[in-house]
């Protein structure tokens, strides 16, 4: 079946570094979508991407969709505490199954 | 506009017991969602509910169920309860079935089995 990789699974920055996740599937995506978790909350959207190649940005935030569309990155610049969370990626199969990447899980070091 | 509710927030259960967690939907939303979520681990998709029929489910055993009701609440029943059904269940809620829109999701119920 489908399968989606995330990478890193950890990451530990100091604050103002830059923050990088990817997002890996085994077949071709309709669309992609992001979401955070902060610790003892639960999954927050944050964005959806369609298009091959896109590229949208929130403040800080810039997500990538591959052109193959089959891969995607959130990248975070000049990280904050508040940025600290889980961040997945999330896809639709063509059979209607929701799959959740493994996650990234970010700390940052104050 | 209130957000996705689920009930209860806890729940205590002894192996071989039966659980019912709640989900209530954001108001005019139609599908349903749940996810088990273990301990330190990602989201596994469990149901997919969309007005009011079953649409699709993960890979769980049967014994994992639910369903949707005409105001598109929806129940998670978990039947003859083991220990590694120990987790957080989230629901989430979308406007639509068709298509892949923002899910919104409630709280959790950490169910705890013993």
């Known amino acids: 079946g489908q399968q989606v990789m995330q990478i890193p699974q950890y990451q530990h920055v100091q604050e103002g570094e830059d923050f990088t996740t990817y997002c890996n599937s085994s077949?071709?995506?309709?669309?992609i979508q992001w979401y955070k978790q902060r610790p003892g909350g639960h999954p927050v959207f944050l964005i959806q991407l369609v298009k091959s190649g896109e590229v949208k940005k929130q403040k800080r935030l810039t997500f990538q969709f591959g052109e193959a569309k089959k891969n995607s990155s959130l990248h975070i610049t000049a990280t904050q505490t508040t940025d600290v969370g889980t961040y997945f990626c999330?896809?639709?199969?063509?059979?209607?199954?929701?799959?959740f990447g493994p996650g990234t899980s970010l700390s940052v070091i104050p | 506009e209130a957000g996705v509710t689920q009930s209860p927030t806890h729940l205590i259960k002894t192996r071989g017991q039966q659980a019912t967690l709640r989900c209530s939907p954001i108001?005019?939303?139609?599908?349903v969602y749940w996810y088990q979520q273990a301990l330190g681990l990602g989201l596994q998709f469990l149901l997919w509910y969309d007005e009011g029929e079953e649409r699709n489910r993960g890979n769980f055993p049967p014994r994992f169920s639910g369903r949707q009701f005409p105001n598109y609440s929806s129940e998670l029943n978990v039947n003859a309860l083991e220990l590694e059904d120990s987790a957080l269940y989230l629901c989430?809620?979308?406007?639509?079935?068709?298509?892949?829109?923002?899910?919104?999701f409630g709280p959790g119920t950490r169910l705890t089995v013993t």
């Open positions: 108001s005019g939303h139609t599908s």
């Open positions: 989430a809620s979308t406007r639509t079935g068709r298509g892949f829109y923002e899910q919104y």
């Open positions: 999330v896809m639709k199969t063509s059979y209607d199954k929701v799959i």
């Open positions: 077949t071709t995506l309709s669309n």
